[in-house]
């Protein structure tokens, strides 16, 4: 959330409005065709996908979990697909930027999730934050992503 709150005051800091969503809070269970298919949905995927839709770009903070995504990011991108015919409605043209604080390098991460975004339709941006204990996010950087989030 550090790293989350560091984007968050940067951008209020340049006259723009963010909403942190935290995906550990939703406490969603693991996505599978047998809940789904049995019309079970998450109590509050829809005001998650509403307030995702409301952001002009997003910002994904994500760690490295074993050399990829995080279960919790996984797991709410399948559940968030599964709403509605078009699985990539929300992502798509979407400006992404992407970010990592991570015990290792995070270079993984990013990797995963640039693949994971741009399939879904995303324009993600080239440059991402990665920083760990030993490295500080660079503030330029983030300044950097949220211009052309916001551009």
């Given at each position: ?120 339709g995303c324009n993600v941006i080239g440059r991402s934050v990665t920083s760990n204990f030993s490295k500080e996010a660079n503030p330029e950087t983030i300044e950097s992503i949220l211009n052309q989030l916001c551009?």
């Amino acid at each position: 959330m550090v790293l989350a709150e560091k984007f968050a005051a940067q951008a209020s800091s340049m006259g723009h409005t963010t909403d942190i969503v935290d995906l550990m809070a939703l406490e969603w269970p693991v996505y599978c065709n047998k809940l789904a298919k049995g019309g079970f949905r998450p109590e509050d995927v829809k005001d998650v996908m509403a307030r995702m839709d409301e952001g002009v770009g997003w910002v994904c903070i994500a760690p490295e979990y074993n050399g990829s995504l995080p279960s919790a990011l996984n797991n709410t991108i399948a559940w968030i697909s599964k709403q509605g015919d078009d699985f990539r409605a929300l992502f798509n043209n979407r400006k992404v930027g992407l970010a990592t604080h991570s015990g290792g390098g995070g270079d993984y991460v990013i990797m995963a999730m640039r693949q994971q975004f741009g399939y879904l339709g995303c324009n993600v941006i080239g440059r991402s934050v990665t920083s760990n204990f030993s490295k500080e996010a660079n503030p330029e950087t983030i300044e950097s992503i949220l211009n052309q989030l916001c551009a």
